[in-house]
């Protein structure tokens, strides 16, 4: 009895170790972001210790790889080998329960977590669900000290508000390699964020290949902002990284800009020019000099291969056709191309996305439009059954500077402190817009300032993770004063992830 007892002192002091940045201990003060559904709190705590190992219970080959991830995890995390099993029973002790349950009510992406002193079950109606919950899992996980895990017990009900929570980079201006891409979803994935738009085209430079028009990339890929040496990713890195990405239930959305911004493409091809005449390359940063020939038929024949090649490579359901900022096209004209495009996309099997400029086109219900600049084009698309991907660059745009001291970023838009980013409102942003509109929410970070993983980050967080509350938490929890409480533990956090994140003064860093 007394040896008992004894056995459970060290399992205290953990449970103090674990929490001591938090005054409070519990899974209700555990500081989670983004904040699930619903937490109820038990009593006591499952220590990951020396026999602690994750148990699957499904025979479906994806998940294997989840629950690989989190056992890789754990294991680098407690410096103990924390094993993955197959099996059938849930209530052995000393377990991680991954379990799919399928004729379930929980939404699409939702899960239920419930830890015990003895064991954690993970539920989930998808693969989805369960690699959400896993996130949850490893994110109380890194609040703690290195080595020593202690979840606080209780349940977690959880799902996302919105279906589509993105983040978009753009490649173009600056080239970054697969390597840094990866490292960028990897942070995502734990903030939950589902979606990664990769602008892979603008004036500066064209970064995927295309087998059928070879000179994009060989020409229209060799430079980028500041004359660098730019780069490009080959179809099998591309495929690479969607894979990656989907292994972290991240779906690509590639984007192919036009018919502005479209100089590389200009540069490689002369017969994409009205003239016949191909341009010369551009490594500055101004927008909205170049346009596709929206009369000729060659460029409907190379839109068709680039949407045809970039689709077949991409399991996701969108193709972002860009169509921001074409000042040199007629609005005829651009109509028309856009329309052409449509069809194209469709025709490839993927639904299209467009900057809020597409919605002077001809939208149907099945088009989403990106609002980033005008919400009368944005009530515009939604008038011709258009739904909505929300960048509100005043609050969305991570390439914005967070003051006037910031050195990396712009500032067209608005300077976007850690409380911009965050204390919007979906709702609030035009009457127009209604929830039954809105797919979901994205952060867009522009390269022409950034040139590294690091500037990515030193922009991107802590804002993108403000912005992925907003996407997955319903709205009424949603309160500045609890989320920057909060944020203030993922200092710690980031540190250890090796995260080179702004300490903005608005929050007390832990
Ligand atoms: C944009 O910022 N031009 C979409």
Not at 93 to 104: A, G
Not at 404 to 433: C, F, H, M, Q, R
Request: proline residues 5%.
């Amino acid at each position: 009895m007394m040896k008992l007892y004894l056995s459970y002192i060290p399992l205290l002091l953990l449970l103090v170790s674990c929490n001591k940045q938090q005054p409070q201990t519990g899974l209700a003060n555990v500081p989670l972001i983004p904040l699930p559904d619903e937490i109820v709190q038990g009593e006591g705590a499952f220590h990951v210790g020396e026999r602690t190992s994750v148990v699957l219970h499904s025979a479906k080959p994806e998940l294997k790889n989840t629950a690989r991830q989190l056992s890789t995890f754990l294991s680098e995390f407690t410096g103990r080998e924390v094993s993955v099993t197959e099996g059938k029973k849930i209530f052995q002790r000393n377990t991680i329960n991954l379990k799919i349950l399928t004729d379930d009510s929980m939404d699409e992406e939702g899960y239920q977590l419930m830890i015990s002193r003895k064991k954690a079950e993970l539920i989930a109606s998808s693969p989805e669900g369960l690699y959400r919950g896993v996130q949850t899992i490893r994110q109380m996980s890194l609040l703690c000290d290195p080595g020593e895990i202690l979840l606080p017990a209780g349940r977690i009900t959880d799902h996302p508000e919105y279906e589509y929570r993105g983040a978009m980079l753009d490649v173009s201006r600056h080239f970054f390699p697969p390597e840094a891409v990866k490292d960028y979803i990897d942070l995502l994935s734990l903030y939950k964020i589902n979606m990664l738009h990769l602008h892979l085209s603008d004036d500066q430079g064209w970064r995927i290949e295309i087998k059928s028009w070879p000179k994009l990339t060989e020409t229209g890929g060799i430079t980028e902002v500041g004359g660098g040496e730019g780069g490009f990713y080959t179809q099998e890195e591309y495929t690479d990284l969607v894979k990656y990405a989907a292994e972290r239930y991240i779906t690509i959305v590639p984007e192919i800009d036009m018919p502005g911004h479209t100089n590389a493409a200009l540069a490689s091809y002369a017969e994409l020019n009205c003239d016949g005449k191909a341009t010369e390359l551009y490594t500055g940063t101004k927008v909205g000099f170049s346009t596709l020939c929206t009369d000729k038929e060659v460029t409907y024949q190379f839109v068709d291969d680039v949407v045809r090649e970039i689709s077949a490579l991409t399991p996701g359901p969108y193709f972002h056709v860009g169509g921001d900022e074409s000042h040199v096209t007629e609005l005829p004209d651009y109509n028309y191309f856009i329309n052409r495009v449509k069809k194209i996309v469709e025709s490839h099997g993927k639904t299209m996305i467009g900057w809020d400029e597409i919605s002077h086109a001809d939208l149907t219900g099945s088009d989403i439009a990106q609002y980033w600049a005008s919400s009368e084009n944005a009530a515009r698309a939604i008038e011709k059954g258009a739904r909505l991907i929300l960048s509100p660059a005043k609050y969305c745009y991570l390439d914005m500077k967070y003051d006037s001291s910031t050195v990396l970023g712009l500032n067209w838009a608005a300077y976007i402190e850690v409380d911009d980013a965050y204390a919007w409102k979906p709702l609030e942003l035009s009457e127009e817009i209604g929830r039954k509109d809105i797919l979901g929410i994205e952060s867009p970070l522009w390269a022409e300032t950034i040139e590294t993983l690091d500037d990515i980050e030193y922009l991107a967080f802590p804002r993108l993770i403000g912005h992925a509350e907003i996407g997955w938490s319903r709205p009424e929890v949603l309160d500045w004063e609890d989320y920057r409480n909060r944020l203030a533990s993922h200092g710690q956090y980031l540190d250890r992830l090796g995260v080179n994140f702004y300490r903005s003064e608005l929050v007390d860093w832990e």
